[in-house]
């Protein structure tokens, strides 16, 4: 073989030799662009992904919003909640229950996860998020519970740091309460 390359003309070997980097340069040319075109059409799917997952982002939240107008509306529509709201007073303990069953349907069963994922929580932290959930305000809620308006402060604040330990058992729009 040695043999036959000398037998070559150095010119001619060397235009070989050349045409075969160009060629082969030329081939790493066409590749590159390629590649860069194939990596900008995936860049702008890539974008036009994020801009759908953005505007479905937008919708969810909206969707959250109008579900939680919602449930307000439907707790304000109550006859019991809305006489509440005009003349609070003192709850017994089937007023109690009347609170949780209503929360537990209007809010996707409320009481009941909390219930089961604050382990040994009171019946006085319970009411505190009730009324903190329907938005009554401290004085309210004092009259509502029995109990001083700086008591309901200090009951909110106590229940505000236990659970906010705990904000995986709320929706997104019901973390806010808390």
Known sequence: MVDALAAIPTGTLVVT???ALALQLL???VIILLYRRTLLRLESRVRALDSEIQAKDNE????EQDREELRNVLLDRDPFIA???AKPRYLQDADWDRLEELLDQVCDGFCSRLRSSVRGMTQAELRTAILMRLGFSGQQMATMMGISPASVTKAKQRLKARLGKEKHVFSHDEAHYF
């Open 83 to 85: 006489s509440l709201r």
């Open 27 to 29: 081939a790493l040319a």
């Open 60 to 63: 969810i939240r909206e969707s």
């Open 17 to 19: 030799v050349l045409s």
